[in-house]
């Protein structure tokens, strides 16, 4: 089984920053590509980021520019930098693992989440 754990959510005021990370253990950490995904009360879960295991990264629209996403495999760790902070951008924010087995078969793992309350 792959386990994740988030830690870093908190509250910050517009404007500000944060750092999110997620340690992953239980599998090859170097062999899965790495995502963030948000959540806000009455809406859908969207994806925020995704960081390959080459290390090409990919944002939404909305978080270009001001999110910035990592990884360090020697820590088994991927991170979320988030700067210039917005209310919108309150929600509960998820960490994902993908792995691609053979055939092409897609298997995702999650964290629990954690909490990220933009409000002055």
């Known amino acids: 089984q792959v386990q994740l754990v988030e830690s870093g959510g908190g509250l910050v005021q517009p404007g500000g920053s944060l750092r999110l990370s997620c340690v992953a253990s239980?599998?090859?950490?170097?062999?899965?590509?790495m995502g963030w995904h948000r959540q806000a009360p009455g809406k859908q879960r969207e994806l925020v980021a995704i960081?390959?295991?080459?290390?090409?990264?990919n944002y939404a629209d909305s978080m270009e520019g001001r999110f910035t996403i990592s990884r360090d495999n020697a820590k088994n760790t991927v991170f979320l930098q988030m700067n210039s902070l917005k209310p919108e951008d309150t929600a509960v924010y998820y960490c994902?693992?993908?792995?691609?087995?053979?055939?092409?078969?897609?298997?995702?793992?999650w964290g629990q989440g954690t909490q990220v309350t933009v409000a002055s």
């Open positions: 994902n693992a993908r792995y691609t087995k053979f055939g092409g078969r897609k298997v995702d793992y």
């Open positions: 960081i390959s295991t080459g290390g090409s990264t």
């Open positions: 239980g599998s090859s950490f170097s062999s899965a590509a």
